[in-house]
């Protein structure tokens, strides 16, 4: 996935409300910057944090911007959109691109199941049991080179698990797969300190025949594509 128009560089001065961020652009401007992440993006918020920022023209658009990316020491990014897993992951699935989730005739994507919930996608066809893949998007890291998910409590995530494992349950196959939006991590793991029920939630889940998966990303200011699979630890009891 290309961004669609050149980012441009700048520091972080706050987040507030969630989903809007005020930015200094290198010029001297300040701006206010749309964020696309309603978690607590834990430590990518730090006040003059070096940032991307997508500009826009689009008169529909109330901001003109759009954050991004976040930039570390050493020249890693971690990509602050949780829309761009689903994007990234539908062209992979549909091009057969995701090892293990490859030869499935049909890739859809937001199909109803469960108790009012959406599946990221449904895969079927190929002359085997659907497939329903829940993804999440983990930018979170406490420990050099290990991502954690989730960064706050999900009581929405810890649904998910239980009604993937009500699919798994009926015969169908059933993966959550965590998509890291982070080039400075080599495996995952679950922040069971900061979300407990999260952490049983997917030990039952495993245990009901729900598959795990974790994949990276290659991430650029020009753009983020699908990376190679990732190790996933089993949760501790805290982290960091």
Same mark, same amino acid.
């Given at each position: 996935m290309q961004f669609q128009t050149p980012l441009v560089p700048a520091r972080l001065v706050r987040r507030y409300k969630r989903f809007l961020a005020d930015c200094l652009l290198e010029d001297g401007r300040?701006?206010?910057?749309h964020v696309a992440n309603p978690g607590s993006m834990l430590g990518l918020a730090d006040e003059d944090q070096r940032i991307w920022l997508e500009p826009n023209e689009d008169p529909r658009k109330k901001l003109k911007w759009a954050w991004r990316l976040v930039e570390h020491p050493g020249g890693h990014f971690t990509g602050v959109d949780t829309g761009v897993p689903n994007r990234v992951l539908k062209a992979a699935l549909t091009a057969g691109q995701v090892a293990g989730l490859d030869g499935y005739d049909h890739v859809r994507p937001e199909v109803k199941y469960g108790e009012n919930s959406r599946i990221d996608f449904l895969l079927s066809g190929g002359g085997r049991p659907d497939c329903y893949v829940e993804v999440k998007s983990v930018t979170l890291s406490r420990t050099p080179g290990l991502a954690e998910f989730p960064d706050s409590v999900t009581a929405r995530g810890t649904k998910h698990l239980a009604e993937l494992a009500a699919m798994a349950g009926q015969g169908h196959r059933a993966v959550m797969l965590y998509l890291v939006q982070r080039t400075d991590c080599q495996s995952v793991t679950l922040a069971a300190d900061i979300d407990p029920a999260y952490a049983q939630g997917y030990a039952a889940a495993r245990d009901s025949g729900v598959e795990a998966l974790a994949l990276a990303c290659h991430i650029s200011p020009?753009?983020?594509?699908?990376?190679?699979?990732?190790?996933?630890?089993?949760? $501790?009891? $805290? $982290?960091g």
């Open positions: 300040e701006v206010v910057a020009e753009g983020i594509t699908l990376g190679a699979p990732l190790p996933l630890q089993p949760p $501790s009891a $805290s $982290s």
